[in-house]
């Protein structure tokens, strides 16, 4: 496992942006993904996007995709999150994780073992 903490997450209104961070703070391994979820209140955690820590396979959720980008700096330990055109309804807690058993177009937050604390992100309408 690794140990990861997220960073970025703030309030912006409607059609604005935000780039999330997520620093991988002891090792990473060739072999992982990487990938971002979210959880709002009342509602199941959602898988939005993942990308290999060596190589560029990139994965996005329909929710997301054309509007948030996923990518890495292995020399910085860090993946981002790129995010545009945001909508209130992107509002929730989100959280980087790593796996090393995910499988491509799975969404399955159990397929991850490593999880940051999380960094709220609040669009206003």
């Not at 199941?44 to 890495?72: C, H, M, P, Q």
């Amino acid at each position: 496992q690794v140990q990861l903490v997220e960073s970025g997450g703030g309030l912006v209104q409607a059609g604005g942006s935000l780039k999330l961070s997520c620093a991988a703070s002891t090792r990473t391994f060739s072999s992982y993904t990487m990938a971002w979820f979210r959880q709002a209140p009342g509602m199941e955690r959602e898988f939005l996007s993942g990308i290999k820590w060596s190589g560029s396979d990139t994965y996005y959720a329909n929710s997301v995709k054309g509007r948030f980008t996923i990518s890495r700096d292995t020399a910085k330990n860090t993946v981002y999150l790129q995010m545009n055109s945001l909508k209130p309804e992107d509002t929730a807690v989100y959280y980087c994780a790593a796996s090393t058993v995910w499988r491509y177009g799975s969404t399955r937050a159990t397929d991850f073992s490593s999880w940051g604390q999380g960094t709220q992100v609040t669009v206003s309408s």
